[in-house]
């Protein structure tokens, strides 16, 4: 059990990578999760190439969430659409690297649904 | 006095152990553990007397039916009702849309008024907004005062003839308190509006009479007070009832059946259309047995004080809010940390074996009102000891320690 809560995943709720708002995001998405009450808004701006230029995160959450959101838009900077559109579970857990129970799924991939969400919409909006 | 360290033994699941230490269950206001006699009971009736009801003339479906009829009388006897007066649903929310749909479809009209409290859990509210909805009726809230308690001051500036129904927790499942019933039944009366009480959390755990309350519906679920998942009661005064159209069609609910038209059978067997949930209703009767045996009266006192005792030790903690209102009287205490998500204190308690909830509990609006997305909550009941709650409250260290905190 201790090691769901490692120093690196106490460290990024703490002190989260990326958190706050973005004055003019290409794209404002959140998401929540029922279960917990618990939700999280993504600000993504992106350059002309369609890549992340810029992401901020914010919003209510567990130590899982909040982490993986840290962890996840750390990951995205720079990254493709396509690419978030790619990402699976896997990449989470993997990023994570604790032993995420199924109770606590919904915690650890709320973020990533945000992401991919926002990924949509940037798609829809660069048609 | 009750002696729980007595009681703990008869309920089989609370010997086994999580994550290698001895459980520790503290989720009742969830679902309630089962006592062996009622988990040998549904093993019994399957190998004995096991067939469908009111329908077969031979022996096996006689002692069903005889059975399954025998805990509605049970059933009644125990909220001081009569028998024709409780209907089995599947769960407290179907007794809640029974009477959404089957009354409220017929007594709330345009301009009516649905009045519920800021208390209410998702299934005492949801299908009172979708009835008001449905029928341009107007849905009020009975709000909270600052300390908690709801303000009936403004409950009696909201009562007035457009009024048709005022639907009230008996005890909230989060903050674990206990509207003024008979006040809140006595004034609806009042204006000619009917009340029904959501009784999800109380019938387990105190006292309950139907005639004394005066109230025209309550609602209740077996699993919450030692009986099986998938069942649920409806009480509805006889006369309700006998006005009431059925809500769900179909098999045994019918009196005859003619290829364009049907007749249907009296209350309560109207509203149970199809077989039901046979084996499950029948074993309910021993988990009131055992309740009867043990004394709701005992019981009531013991949940106070293992409540009072978990917010004596966790109010030791600067850390720590506990929820504790002046007027709760339930076993149910909400409490948060600042800096760590109820989720998080959950998976922690876990870690040490033991059972807490945490999340909205299935009232948002509640947990909007006081503030925060999410408590974790401990709901006690007549197996958990001191030492439950001690065993809490070192959890409770592990959770800071872990945090910093």
Known sequence: MDELYSEIILDHYRHPHNSGALKNPTVRVTEYNPLCGDAITMDVVVEKKGNVKEIKFFGEGCAISQAAASLLTDTLLGMSIKKIQQMSANDILQLLHIPISPGRMKCALLPLSVAKKAAAQIRMIKK | ?405
Not at chain 2, 8 to 31: C, E, Q
Not at chain 2, 55 to 66: D, K, Y
Not at chain 2, 274 to 291: C, E, R, S, Y
């Open chain 2, 1 to 405: 006095m009750l002696d729980a360290t007595l009681i703990k033994p008869h309920f089989p699941i609370l010997k086994r152990t999580v994550h290698g230490v001895s459980l520790a269950y503290l989720d009742n206001a969830s679902t309630t553990q089962k006592p062996l006699s009622v988990i040998e009971a549904i093993k019994s009736y399957y190998e004995r007397s096991n067939a469908n009801i009111h329908r077969g003339i031979h022996t096996l479906s006689e002692e069903s039916t005889a059975l399954y009829e025998a805990t509605r009388e049970k059933i009644a006897t125990f909220i001081h009702a009569n028998s024709e007066e409780i209907v089995y649903t599947k769960n407290c929310t179907e007794s809640i849309n029974l009477v959404a749909y089957s009354w409220g479809q017929e007594n709330i009209s345009q301009g009516d008024e649905i009045i519920i409290s800021a208390l209410e859990h998702h299934a005492n509210l949801v299908p009172w907004q979708e009835l008001a909805k449905r029928n341009d009726a107007v849905l009020k809230v009975i709000p909270l005062k600052d300390d908690l308690s709801l303000d009936m001051e403004i409950y009696r500036s909201l009562l007035s003839e457009k009024t048709k129904i005022v639907c009230v927790t008996a005890l909230s499942n989060v903050l674990g308190i206990a509207p003024s019933l008979h006040e809140i039944i006595h004034q609806a009366h009042e204006v000619g509006a009917k009340v029904l009480v959501d009784a999800a959390q109380s019938v387990g755990h105190q006292k309950t009479d139907v005639k004394d309350l005066d109230c025209d519906f309550l609602v209740f679920s077996a699993h919450k007070m030692l009986g099986p998942t998938g069942i649920g009661l409806l009480y509805g005064k006889k006369k309700l009832l006998d006005d009431m159209q059925p809500f769900l069609y179909g098999g045994d609910m019918i009196e005859r059946v003619r290829q364009y038209e049907s007749s249907y059978r009296e209350a309560p067997w109207k509203f149970e259309a199809g077989t039901p949930n046979i084996a499950d209703g029948i074993v309910f009767k021993h988990a009131i047995d055992f309740l009867e045996g043990i004394g709701m009266e005992k019981i009531q006192k013991h949940d106070k004080e293992l409540r009072a005792y978990a917010v004596e030790l966790f109010s030791a903690y600067t850390q720590v809010t506990v929820y504790c209102p002046k007027n709760a009287s339930g076993g149910i205490m909400s409490f948060s940390i600042a800096g760590v998500h109820p989720h998080d204190i959950a998976s922690i308690f876990d870690s040490q074996g033991i059972a807490i909830r945490s999340g909205a509990h299935c009232a948002e609006p509640l947990m909007d009102r006081i503030g925060i997305p999410a408590t974790a909550r401990m709901s006690m009941y007549l197996y958990n000891t001191k030492g439950d709650i001690e065993r809490a409250e070192m959890a409770l260290q592990k959770t800071l320690k872990t945090f910093k905190i």
